[in-house]
Each structure stands twice: as structure tokens, then as C-alpha cells.
């Protein structure tokens, strides 16, 4: 293999190619036209083709400087952090479900993003350790900002590494641990889990709230895994439609007690394609 060469991500060149095929083939089309609605065609065409362009630099960009599309992922979460969301109230319902006591471990935590909800349930005030597991160290200084900014005071322990691989020297002491839009991204969601279940005491609580697929075979289904996908992967980091209903359902099987729930995720219109949600409880038996 070429070790200098570029990978460059199929999106990159379906959307160049694109670009390119509406230059061309505007003039095709309006061969026969007068001269003012060619030129009008063309300079429309020519606006969408840029556009394109930069879409498709910009996800090359990323995809070859890892450090570049983390900086990017994190100012992407810490934004849509402050503006808040409409699935903001399935996230809190299910944290405050949880019952967020004791020592707490929280896989892929971003920016803090479950701190406005920790700062509404009054468990919270309860917590007697937190340990953050996040791989991007772009997110240790906006966590610890943003729980200053909620007033919670708790203490904070960042652990900047994958779920995948921390080391978990006190195993079965945690009382909550938090997986919230995480799973989607790692290498192994079933490694992830089984860290999680390490650390879960007996009677511990895995609280989850997830993206999912659609139901195989839908419309939206085949929008997600063909046209989604490829972007999402690379804006962000890592992150893919998974039917994680299922792999959670299999890998902690009779070791807790389930109770996982499909939900359409309030999201604005330009994302239906992520409102298929899971979220539940799971209790270590």
C-alpha cells in the first residue's frame, strides 16, 4: 500500500463529481436556450457547484487531520450545547430515572452535555464522585467549565482515554453509569458495555439514551445508511447508525434488568433522519 497516499472519503468524491456534472450538464440542457436564461442556468449552477465543492474540501479536510476533526466535533457539541434541544427532556426524564447517586462514571461526556440536567435533579446533589471516560482532551476544559457554569460541585475526575480501553482498578463500586449518544461512536459498543458492567455494582444502574437506525427496509432507513452515514462518520468522529436496541438487548442479556424503550426523538425537520431514539434503564442484577 501507498504509505503517503491520501484516503480520500467516497462523499468527498460523490459530491465533487456532482459539482462537476451540474456545470456540464446545464449546458447541455440549455444548448437551445436564449442567451439570458443560459446564463442564469450557468450562474446557478455554478453557485450550487461551489457550494458542493466546499461541502466536499471541507469533509476531506477533516477526514485526513484527525486533530482538525476533533477541534471540529468539539466547537460542534459545545454549540449545540448552549442552544439547547427539544430531546433535552427525554434526556433529563431518563437521567432523573437513573437516580444519580453515589459515584458515577459517564462514557463519551463531551462538553458536559447532561450537566443541565444534573443541575435540575435533586439525586444529583448526592453524587459523591464523577469520572468522565473521554477520549477527545479538546473536552476536559469546556467539562470543567460547564460544571462551574451549573453550580455543581461535585468532584470531577477526566480520564482521557476510549471506553474501549480504560482500566477499571475498582470494579463493581459504581452506582450510575451514563451512556448518552456515545455508543454510536466507539469501535465496539459491546467492549464499552462490558466496561460499563465491570464498573456497575450489584443493583447499579446503566442509564442509555441513543441515535438508532429506522426500521431496516424504510425510507428512512436506506436515507440514513447511503446518504447520512458517510457525512456523519467523518463530522462526527466516528459516529454511525447502529441497531444498538438489539446489541444491548443481546450483550447484557440476563445479567440486568432491561427496560429499553424506541422513541421518534423531537428533532427538527432537517434531521428526521435522526429521531429514531432508544432509552432506558438498566439495572445490574
Not at 444534573?118 to 470543567?144: L, M
Not at 450483550?251 to 426523538?265: K, P, S
Request: with cysteine; proline share 5%; net charge neutral.
Amino acid at each position: 500500500m501507498c504509505s503517503s497516499c491520501i484516503a480520500i472519503p467516497s462523499v468527498t468524491i460523490k459530491l465533487l463529481t456532482t459539482a462537476a456534472a451540474l456545470i456540464y450538464g446545464q449546458r447541455s440542457l440549455t444548448a437551445n436556450s436564449n442567451k439570458w436564461t443560459r446564463w442564469i442556468t450557468f450562474a446557478i449552477s455554478a453557485i450550487i457547484s461551489l457550494i458542493l465543492s466546499a461541502i466536499a474540501m471541507f469533509l476531506l479536510a477533516l477526514s485526513i487531520n484527525p486533530d482538525f476533526r476533533r477541534r471540529n466535533f468539539v466547537n460542534l457539541c459545545v454549540g449545540q450545547n448552549l442552544k439547547g434541544s427539544p430531546l433535552d427532556a427525554h434526556r433529563c426524564s431518563i437521567l432523573e430515572q437513573g437516580n444519580l447517586t453515589g459515584k458515577v462514571m459517564e462514557f463519551g461526556p463531551g462538553p458536559g452535555t447532561n450537566f443541565k440536567c444534573f443541575q435540575n435533579i435533586s439525586s444529583a446533589a448526592s453524587i459523591e464522585q464523577y469520572v468522565a471516560v473521554e477520549p477527545n482532551s479538546y473536552f476536559e476544559e469546556k467539562i470543567v467549565a460547564e460544571k462551574k457554569a451549573r453550580g455543581l460541585d461535585f468532584p470531577l475526575e477526566f480520564v482521557g482515554i476510549k471506553g474501549e480501553n480504560i482500566d477499571i482498578p475498582e470494579q463493581g463500586v459504581y452506582d450510575v453509569v451514563v451512556l448518552t449518544h456515545v455508543l454510536c461512536s466507539v469501535d465496539s459498543a459491546e467492549v464499552v458495555l462490558a466496561n460499563a458492567e465491570k464498573a456497575l455494582k450489584p443493583g447499579g444502574r446503566l442509564v442509555i439514551l441513543e441515535h438508532v437506525f429506522a426500521p431496516e427496509g424504510s425510507a428512512r432507513f436506506h436515507i440514513q445508511k447511503q446518504m447520512v452515514a458517510p457525512v456523519l462518520n467523518i463530522v462526527g468522529n466516528g459516529c454511525k447508525f447502529l441497531d444498538l436496541h438489539t446489541v444491548v438487548e443481546n450483550f447484557l442479556g440476563d445479567r440486568f434488568d432491561l427496560q429499553i424503550t424506541d422513541f421518534e426523538a423531537p428533532m427538527p425537520s432537517f434531521m428526521f433522519f435522526a429521531r429514531p431514539h432508544i432509552k432506558g434503564i438498566a439495572v445490574k442484577k
